[in-house]
């Protein structure tokens, strides 16, 4: 329901555009935008009320450890956190330039897509099929190839943070039975691991969440433009304002032109 109102949204204010503005839009962001970008940036959305639930639940499990060892909170909160905020603080900003360049090889896409539709006997006339292709081919080998890239960033974190639990847990267990008896120090590991096994998911769905919005960045952008409304009459030229007067005294003379059939 939240795509269908954007999407209705953006198309009304396209085609309540004045005529000058309208000449003014870029046909390939336009289509782009009512057929993909509205698409990625409700998964966006969709990926931003989960990363919130998963906060809410990783602060939950994070105060059910307090409630039974400070330090287990302190240390396993820090390990955890200090590990995925370096990962985001990596990965976002190639996040971010992948997602650009992907918004504009798919406005490219699209403006190949129209050329060879809109000139199709010209394409056959000059035997332009393979050329056309190959751009395509080449477009849509680096927009995947990128895509990719965006999703192994996005889910690879995940074995290394759960590597890395391995060995805070080893490294918890050897602390704690260093400093406290058996009998103590079993509950605690065993409340350690089950606090890791919890929380890790949590974390990762907030990782992925970020990933995926940042990935998605650029359509967001492309979908807040088309979604301001544009004021009426802004392109229109002002009634004072004229060009001066273009005086020929005998004849206009088109020199070095000339045209030919191949």
Known sequence: LVGNDISVTIFSNIINLDYLEFLGQNSNDVITTLTIHIDNSIVAIS?????????????????ALGSVESSLLIYLGFAFLLTYGLI????????LLYSSKITK?????????????GS???NVLYSL??????????????????????NFIAVSPKTV?????????????????????????????????????RLLPALQQIYSSIANISSTFSDQIKLVHYMTPKEKNSYYIDEAYSHPDINFNRE??????YFKYP
């Open 120 to 122: 199709f006997r010209d």
């Open 129 to 150: 099929q393979q050329f056309t292709l190959n751009e395509f081919r080449n477009y849509d080998f680096s927009q995947r190839r990128m895509c990719s890239k965006q």
């Open 252 to 257: 206009i003379v088109f020199d070095s032109v």
């Open 105 to 117: 090889i798919r406005s490219r896409q699209v403006k190949i897509i129209q050329e060879i539709l």
């Open 88 to 95: 985001v603080l990596i990965a976002r900003p190639k996040l």
């Open 161 to 197: 943070i759960e590597a890395l639990g391995i060995i805070f847990l080893i490294v918890f267990a050897l602390l704690t039975t260093g400093s406290t008896n058996a009998s103590t120090a079993i509950p605690l590991v065993g409340t350690f691991a089950l606090g890791a096994q």
């Open 47 to 63: 990926n931003f009320f989960g990363m919130g639930s998963s906060i809410l639940s990783a602060i939950g499990i994070l105060v």
